[in-house]
């Protein structure tokens, strides 16, 4: 799929933005300033930004615990989102989401959820929806090598083929759950593509490290979703580079297995040689979106520190729907 300059260098700066948002919080997080579980997105960025910057805000996306950089892949504006994290009151959703349940529905970002798998069944339901409205739009389940093995996301797989809903499950492999390896702990550990492929959909599979691979692939999903071929499955084999959470000791890691995937399998990197090898862009350009990135990071945190914090008033609102 041949892109554009601006495309290029839209998808380098979303790329960039997820990773150093995720970097920022990896260090803020030892002050203690941020409460509750943390779990970064470093690493996968390309998967995340390849889907999303071929959707619109009328298609729907479900995420993950580990799920700030589907957030911003999907346009969630970035101080509101270290609002969130900070617990502001001022955050994308006042401060009651936090880290594993940020949304932002105006966006077609209907939340991450903490609940491993939750979010295949939530899509299915959005996609049913994008189906009656007849518009031609998707919803998006993102999920994790982890919840291939819960029952909800085979229900969901099974329902969004009976019901032919325009539903993408798409499996982020990073080869751990949690802190077990897939290679153990999921059947299929080679192909977890197959597994949707069961249930009569088709699928792909793709590096999840490339972004010009995941965005060409994504262009053959949705091509065949959108114009009526039902649910579709793509499994993006990826990596993670901090642990299941912050914190986490990584003691189940092999030796030297953190320096060998920054090294070979970081998907900036890899962008950077190819645009460097085509020539598509210039390395200058390239640096000066990265100094703006860190600049808007740090204005981020800045106003997330100074935001105002949750009043006792505020446990009452926004609790239940008022019809």
Excluded at 45 to 51: H, I, L, P, S, T
Excluded at 69 to 82: I, N, Q
Excluded at 111 to 140: E, M, Q
Aim: with cysteine; hydrophobic share 40%.
């Amino acid at each position: 799929m041949q892109l554009d300059r601006d495309a290029l260098t839209r998808a380098y700066r979303q790329m960039k933005t997820i990773r150093e948002f995720e970097e920022r919080l990896h260090t803020e997080i030892q002050t203690g300033e941020i409460a509750g579980f943390t779990h970064l997105y470093c690493g996968q960025e390309a998967v995340a930004v390849g889907v999303c910057e071929q959707l619109d805000a009328e298609d729907k996306i479900v995420s993950t615990h580990r799920g700030h950089g589907h957030c911003l892949a999907k346009g969630c504006d970035v101080t509101g989102m270290m609002m969130e994290i900070w617990g502001s009151r001022e955050g994308l959703c006042k401060g009651k989401g936090g880290s594993m349940h940020i949304a932002d529905v105006d966006k077609g970002m209907l939340g991450a959820n903490g609940i491993v798998g939750a979010g295949a069944p939530i899509a299915v339901g959005a996609a049913l929806s994008a189906k009656i409205d007849g518009k031609g739009k998707v919803a998006i389940a993102f999920s994790g090598d982890g919840a291939c093995n819960q029952g909800t996301t085979f229900e969901a797989m099974n329902f969004a083929v009976v019901t032919h809903a325009p539903c993408i499950f798409v499996f982020e492999n990073n080869h751990y759950s949690e802190h077990t390896g897939c290679d153990y702990a999921v059947g299929t550990a080679k192909d977890i593509a197959s597994r949707a492929e069961a249930f009569g959909m088709k699928v792909w599979r793709a590096d999840g490290t490339d972004f010009f691979a995941v965005t060409d692939t994504m262009r053959e999903v949705l091509d065949h979703v959108r114009g009526g071929g039902g649910p579709a499955a793509v499994e993006f084999d990826t990596e993670r580079f901090f642990g299941h959470f912050e914190g986490d000791p990584q003691r189940y890691r092999g030796e030297g297995e953190l320096d060998r995937i920054r090294a070979t399998r970081d998907c900036i990197k890899n962008f950077r040689a190819h645009i460097a090898q085509s020539k598509l862009l210039d390395a200058g350009d390239l640096d000066a979106i990265d100094d703006a990135v860190m600049a808007t990071i740090e204005q981020a945190v800045t106003d997330a520190r100074a935001a105002a914090r949750p009043t006792s008033e505020d446990v009452l609102t926004d609790v239940y729907i008022s019809y």
